[in-house]
């Protein structure tokens, strides 16, 4: 039994249990449902900071010109458009998501920017990577890793794919540790999210869920130990603004 499932073969979807088959699905419906406003969906969650968590989770990866890059849950290309200037045009970006939906989104994103040449696009799910072993030097993931059913599956695909030495980088809403600010945090999540979601994008279940996802995905020293036992070594952990995100990184031996 790994972490995300229960003995009855369900896990969990929010705070609600559901058949381990059907989550993929759930997550689905609810990506697509805010495919189209994803950048105000991380505004209303973030309080518009995720742009600079995402810079500095850009700005500190271990990447240089050249290199293949695989970026997961990429779909809208926030993280790639980012690494563009870090690969060169020499480089290759690969943005895979599970979600057609979002994926367009980001295709077409990257077209209106005039970023074409050196991207790649993939519809794929995490816990089973289309690619062969040791094919990239960088592996991201960014505010995607929750939604995954098996986490551990999907930590061990990203191990796969690594080159030796390359880096895996995990940039995941966490746990909050100022106990002051743990009450404002989820009067946000719980009361003021739901109702932006319904005001802005006329979908306060989906805001709803992933506000609930956020409260289930595993802790920082959790998610470390986790990485430790897909096989990453040196793995560590950074919060930022206080553990409201935290990037975490491993790398392939």
Known sequence: MNESTGKSGTTHFGFR???????QKLVGAVFSSVAGNYDLMNDLMSMGIHRVWKRYFVATAQVG???RVLDLAGGTGDIAALLKDRVG????????????????VG?????????VRGFEYVQCNAQALPFPDASFD?????????NVTDKEAALAEMLRVLKVGGQARVLEFSEVKADW?????????????????????????SYQYLAESIRKHP???ELKAMMEAAGFARCDYRNLSGGIVAIHT????
């Not at 249990?17 to 989550?23: I, L, M, S, Y």
């Not at 491993?250 to 031996?253: E, K, P, V």
Request: hydrophobic fraction near 35%; charge should be neutral.
């Open 17 to 23: 249990d559901v058949p381990v088959g059907e989550k």
């Open 65 to 67: 010109k050249g290199d």
């Open 89 to 104: 045009a020499e480089g290759e970006l690969v943005l895979g998501d599970i979600n057609g939906a979002m994926l367009r």
């Open 107 to 115: 295709r077409d994103r990257m077209t209106d920017r005039g970023n």
């Open 138 to 146: 960088l592996v991201t993931i960014a505010f995607g890793l929750r």
């Open 181 to 205: 600010f743990k009450p404002i945090y989820d009067f946000h999540s719980f009361q003021v999210l739901p109702r932006l979601g319904k005001l802005f994008a006329r979908d306060a279940d």
């Open 219 to 221: 802790p920082q020293d």
């Open 250 to 253: 491993g790398y392939r031996t």
